[in-house]
């Protein structure tokens, strides 16, 4: 079908619907699916990636590759035609390592965009469903809710109070009233108030709407600038560090072109001689593969993450994760298990038990242990009716199951109509909806009006007690009477239902005119007749309740913040583990503080209850303003402030809003509070990884420069040859610190407090082990070539057991630096991982290669070394080893006497 969508602006319902063959209760999916295939996927098309070519030549674009690759020309004219081979070697297997692991990197970040593909509901085969917005073909109907990402250019069907917000498209950032009737042909995008168009937000109604555009087609498809663009894999960290790199290596230059100096005019060596000196101590002491493998344990640690069901959405938050000292958690869904269920339902004059399990439409109803139906008590039946009148959701039976599309407690407050009505799965369908005051957390309630074809018509309410017991002027008492509003015994029914852990709503409801077709909120305020309350239960998760434990051994705490009832808060908040149970401060309460004030509540206090939004961004801010880092997690599209004002704001991935997801940093696949801790605890272990990686690679890198550097100023042989530096570097370097970046959680991960956020890595006591290491370094590998010459060997075997030294030297501190917060000298610790050891051997068979194989020995200049020196090797490795775990162990006895870690 070749159609224009700048036409069904001004096109009337009818003709919109017969242009595209289909219907207002949805296509089919055999339908559906036929159109799929003729029309596509309903995506943009993917930004231009980079060529493989361009890919792996920009991976020679690097000051240290090109020093390089000068060397090499230079050292081609002098005739050093081995040497020049081998710098060539390093150039091109660092660029090949770099091309391979930055290519899973990029996989593995569209990869996990992949998982952050936006829902949609939809009516297929006359129901309501959800499915990837990929699926979407023209014809389909969509229902849009507050919050949502609209998935497609969409003529409107039926809207109550939508507004769309459409800066992506107009540049207007105030949002804009949508309605369903057509507008003037020639009508500017910005005025097509009959279409929503793909990309833009719902801020604030309800809507269902016909697609008439997908993918490329639709208006944003259009304009190619706004083509969604692969985000860089990078972090504030790693850029630091990577600058830090760059000013490294100019040092580390000149420092070389002083030497090559020294040497030249001062020790008068041949400029050959001192010109290979030099590029050997330049690739040694540079760290060129650094930056590289901090890329790499970046891209490690979000695949970790999203196995663990939290989806990175912004890079910089696994930094931020690390250092989180509070988090703010909702209570549906994220500790407990959002399984709503209805089990109390009380009238003015009776108390009903409502038996059954999950969202099917079964169970019975009884009145003290007697059962109770609808026909003896009519109260049920406005119940029933209200439950499923005032209600967006929609239940669909599985082959073993009943699931529910949309809001779980409406889900359960249909199964609860169902089981009323005797199993009717859609009851009171005779009633047409004609109009609706979308639920809205600023006024707490929702409102339909319905009609029938008897001339009768009805205004439903559901929401928040105190929100409905405020607009009632009745209560509903025996058939079908009517007595005066009980406050007071409401009030305390409601503290009653709550402090037994169930959330609590209230229904009312009221007649209307025939002739009423518009609700507004002037037809309920002060006139409604409440019918009753209705409780629910939503049982805490096993797993939060271990999460909750985790964090508080770890020093973050964990406060709650929930828009139930004060009680029902506390008694799910003991539950949990939380701690200050006994304190509670509602949204009422939080208006009558002060900043100041409310920044000492925020810190004191753990559960909060009866919240607005505004109320969830004064707690980040308060939080934040006592120098604490806030995790906040968050749903709604009126969440999205306090989300990006948090530290590491998340949304949920089941029942969050695209607002939401948006405004967050992670997103939680699951909606699950053991989600967030284990995203806590991946951070810190990103984190360490990184400064494992950085920890292993500059010392060693110090302790070849030092080696060269020492026995150049003091007119000694090289222990060790440039060209068996280069090799060193082509063996190691990387090879070895990407081992690291695939390290699992030390054990203490979650027993330490949070670390300062603005901590550098550089600490005082990074330097001192870079000194410390580097240092020993030089001792062994010089006791090792001194050993040799005393032995009488020649300088090529002392120079090949010299080599070996380094090279056994940063396999022993890799070891140790595996577990930088604990004891290397363990079973789990010497283990290792498959990774650690295939670095190990590989690296080791090298070794021996280079050291027996006469081919090599001819490169490298290398002799075979006697089985008992090996031995010494290792030995001196070991003593290495030995010395620096020591230094560790007292070094971390003096911190835990200092600051004790947490208690288990």
Partial sequence: MNRQAADYHARSLDDVLAELDARSDGLSSEEAARRL?????????????????????????????????????????????????????????????????????????????????????????????????????????????????????????????????????????????????????????????????????????????????????????????????????????????????????????????GLLAFGTFVRHLPFDEMFMIVVGLAVAAIPEGLPAVLTITLAVGVQAMARRNAIVRRLPAIETLGSVSVICTDKTGTLTRNEMVVTTLLSADSRFAVAGEGYAPEGAVQRENEPANAAGCPVLLEFARAAALCNDAALRRTDDDWRVEGDPMEGALLALAGKITDGATAPFSSLARTDSIPFDAAYRYMAVLHHDHAGHAFIHVKGAPEAILAMCRNQRVGADGAAPLDLHYWQESVEQLASAGQRVIAVASRPADQAHTVLNTTDIEGQLTLIGLVGLIDPPRAEAIEAVAECHRAGIRVKMITGDHGATARAIAAQIGLRNCDQVLTGADLENLSDAELATAAVETDIFARTSPADKLRLVTALQSRGLIVAMTGDGVNDAPALKRADAGTAMGLKGSEAAKEASELVLADDNFASIAAAVREGRTVYDNIKKVISWTLPTNAGEALTIIVALLAGMTLPVTAVQILWINLVTAVTLGIALAFEPSEGGTMRRPPRARNAPLLTGELIWHILLVSGLFVVAVFSVFAYAIDKGYPVALAQTMAVNTLVVLEIFHLFFIRNIHGTSLTLAAVKGTPIVWFSVISITIAQFAMTYLPQLQSVFGTQPVPFTDGIVIVAVGAAFFVLIEIEKQMRLAFRKQAAPLPND
Wanted: cysteine-free.
């Fill in 37 to 257: 295939a003729r029309h596509g996927a309903n995506r943009l098309p993917e930004a231009p990636r980079r060529s493989v070519l361009l890919r792996f030549l920009l991976h020679f674009h690097n000051v240290l590759i090109y020093v390089l690759l000068a060397s090499a020309a230079i050292t081609v004219a002098l005739g050093h035609m081995v040497d020049a081979g081998v710098i060539l070697a390093v150039v091109i297997a660092n660029a090949i390592i770099g091309f391979i692991q930055e290519g899973r990197a990029e996989n593995a970040m569209a990869a996990i965009r992949g998982m952050l593909a936006p829902r949609t509901a939809v009516l297929r085969d006359g129901a309501r469903q959800s499915i990837d917005a990929i699926e979407l073909v023209p014809g389909d109907i969509v229902v849009l809710e507050a919050g949502d990402r609209v998935p497609a250019d969409l003529r409107l069907i039926d809207a109550r109070g939508l507004k769309a917000e459409e800066a992506i498209l107009t540049g207007e950032s105030v949002p804009v009233d949508k309605d369903v009737a057509p507008v003037v042909p020639d009508a500017p995008l910005g005025d097509r108030a009959s279409l929503v168009f793909s990309g833009t937000l719902v801020v604030a109604g309800v809507a269902r709407g016909i697609v008439v555009a997908t993918g490329v087609e639709t208006e944003i498809g259009r304009i190619s600038g706004m083509l969604a663009e692969v985000e860089s894999l990078t972090t504030p960290l790693v850029r630091q560090m990577d600058a830090f790199a760059r000013w490294l290596t100019l040092f580390i230059l000149l420092v070389s072109a």
